[in-house]
């Protein structure tokens, strides 16, 4: 028994070895290895492939503007009349000549025109001295060939020569407000200011140009914050505040100094009048009448009178009369007057009676 078992394991033994000793492909291959699976995670997102197939997109078809439609010149010239643009017979003040295109601007935009419709329209509206300044760039210029910028150009070496700017370059910086308000006088500033551009390298500088433009009572309250302005709608606001307080502060005084003459008429008026009351009670009549009154010499009749004694009483009428005449020609007040005439009368009858 255990004789039979020993070569059973010999023989096995054998085998195995034949097996170890053969070519490679006749090895038996080993045993696969069963791995654990990995664990299942509930609610995991899906494994997206890396290179996955896009579905195929429909792609719109680009809409082509349409070709602007070319004017006629009557349509042309019919659109731009309607506008009612401004005519320009030239002229020698900057001022009109640059506000002239800067309307025309307005409207050939509006009409959405290119460079030759905006030359041709431009030239409708060119009288007089334009006109004939425009006849001669036609001569110098291949005018088909112009655009807008050439024309510009040719319109202010003509309205904005050297002469005339030095003279509004001199008119800018010699400005000042004077009796002019706030919103004229900056107005007037910034109009001379578009024709003077290269005056201002930034836009403080405009402010303290603009500045010395104002009064010094407006200048005073205009830089009586913490900070002084620094842009041109800073200091145009402050100076409508500041013209609107010194404004009522002028009228306060003035209403203040009226009132005080008016009390010094009245307290002098009355003074008069208390004057007059009490030289009144104490002449005994009311003042007012004629100073320039003619005095007749009262007739002496001769009544039981001898001729010495009408002679005598005559005498000393006229002598009563020239002296009451000659104190009233020395400014003796009224109601003396009225007391001599009174004692004019008592004499009077005294030398009738």
């Not at 001569?139 to 510009?152: A, G, K, L, P, S």
């Amino acid at each position: 028994m255990m004789l039979a078992q020993q070569q059973e394991i010999g023989g096995l033994r054998a085998q195995l070895a034949q097996q170890n000793q053969g070519p490679p492909d006749a090895r038996v291959p080993p045993a696969p290895v069963n791995q654990p699976a990995a664990p299942e995670i509930p609610d995991a997102d899906p494994v997206i492939p890396e290179n996955p197939i896009a579905p195929e997109v429909p792609v719109a078809p680009v809409a082509v503007p349409p070709a602007p439609r070319v004017r006629t010149p009557e349509e042309l010239y019919d659109s731009f009349r309607r506008m009612k643009a401004p005519e320009f017979e030239g002229s020698t003040n900057p001022i009109d000549a640059d506000n002239w295109l800067i309307d025309l601007q307005v409207i050939l935009n509006f009409l959405r025109l290119n460079d030759q419709e905006k030359i041709l329209c431009a030239s409708f509206v060119l009288k007089k001295d334009a006109r004939l300044w425009w006849e001669a760039v036609q001569i110098r210029w291949d005018v088909t060939q112009m655009t807008w910028e050439d024309f510009v150009e040719e319109f202010k070496e003509k309205y904005f020569n050297t002469e005339v700017m030095e003279a509004q370059q001199d008119e800018l910086n010699n400005f000042r407000q004077g009796n002019l308000s706030v919103a004229e006088a900056v107005q007037k500033f910034e109009q001379l200011a578009r024709l003077c551009p290269h005056l201002f390298s930034s836009e403080r500088d405009k402010v303290r140009k603009m500045m010395k433009m104002f009064r010094s009572d407006l200048a005073v309250v205009i830089n009586s914050g913490p900070y002084p302005p620094t842009t041109v709608a800073d200091c145009v606001s402050r100076a409508v505040r500041a013209e609107y307080w010194v404004g009522q502060n002028r009228e306060q005084r003035a209403k203040f100094f009226q009132e005080k003459r008016e009390e010094k008429a009245q307290v002098k008026q009355n003074q008069i009048k208390q004057g007059q009351t009490s030289q009144q009670k104490g002449q005994g009549g009311p003042s007012g009448q004629n100073n320039n009154r003619q005095y007749v010499i009262p007739l002496v009749r001769n009544v039981g009178r001898s001729t010495r004694e009408s002679a005598v009483l005559e005498t000393v009428a006229v002598f009563y009369v020239a002296r009451k005449a000659t104190m009233l020609e020395a400014a003796i007040s009224i109601p003396r007057v009225r007391r001599i005439n009174r004692e004019d009368r008592d004499l009077n009858f005294t030398l009738h009676r």
